[in-house]
């Protein structure tokens, strides 16, 4: 079950190995605030070490998935030093990015507008399933701001890099639908439906074999290898481990017997 609903991040463990995470400040379009960000840190640490997990979707309450960084105090620390602002700007990076640490796969689901660091975080997770209508914007140059939390290296990774360029430098925003054409997002589906479109694509993902899923995306974080060398050298010592997994003879004779497998990660 959900946790408070007072709580900046609400955790949904589910029975088939999901967890739902949901930025849980509607009232502030899920601005990604200290107190969520703490949560979010520890949360991703708590999630890392369970061995049952199999994926992960993130989302947001309200109409919103998120309006990125909360930039209220940005004003009043505007004459802070440089090396004062570099690191609470690393940290709060390195946090809101530790999903990509994660050995399962994520989705995000884009329930509403994702901007700025809530942009970022939609093209940090492996998948992504958005509102027709959202809108997806890296407004940073428009804020007198150089882009952040590692967007001018995830936009290019997901998007290529003249429409990283193009969405950078004017900061236009893109509707889930347009993402949808230029493949920023997987599908785009009608908002009352992105949610449930993440979950059975998490479902379906569950029910594969963990380890083989695990290995499989480690082969392709940080945008795969680096040349088909590399991938044929990692291939040949992660196919044998799963070769020598209980649930690779579980998937051969759930296959014969025409049957759902039942892996069960050993």
Sequence with gaps: MPEELSDPLLVERRPDGIAVLTLNDPDRRNAMSDEMTAAWKETIARLRADDGLRCVVVTGAGTAFTSG????????????????????????????????????????????????????????????????????????????????????????????????????FTGRAVTGAQAESYGLVN????????????????????????????????????????????????ESLAQPVTMASKDMLEGLTAQREKRRPRFTGE
Excluded at 119 to 127: E, G, I, K, N, T
Excluded at 141 to 163: F, I, N, Q, R, S
Excluded at 208 to 220: E, F, G, N, S
Aim: glycine share 6%; with cysteine; aromatic share 6%.
């Design 187 to 234: 599908r785009a589906v009608p908002r009352e439906m992105v949610l449930q479109e993440a979950l059975e694509v998490a479902a379906r993902i569950a029910e594969q074999a963990p380890i083989a899923t695990r290995l499989t995306k480690v082969a392709l974080s940080g945008g795969g290898h680096p040349d088909m060398e590399s991938a044929l050298r990692w």
């Design 69 to 168: 960084g909360d930039l209220s105090w940005l004003a009043e620390k505007n004459a802070v030093a440089v090396a004062a602002l570099r690191d609470r700007m690393l940290e709060f990076y390195r946090t809101w990015l530790s999903i990509r640490a994660l050995e399962v796969p994520t989705i995000a689901a884009v329930n509403g507008h994702a901007v700025g660091a809530g942009f970022a975080l939609a093209l940090a997770c492996d998948l992504r399933y958005a509102a027709a209508d959202a809108k997806l914007l890296v407004p940073f140059t428009a804020l007198g701001l150089h882009p952040g939390m590692a967007t001018t290296w995830l936009l290019p990774e997901v998007a290529g890099l003249p429409l990283a360029r193009e969405l950078l």
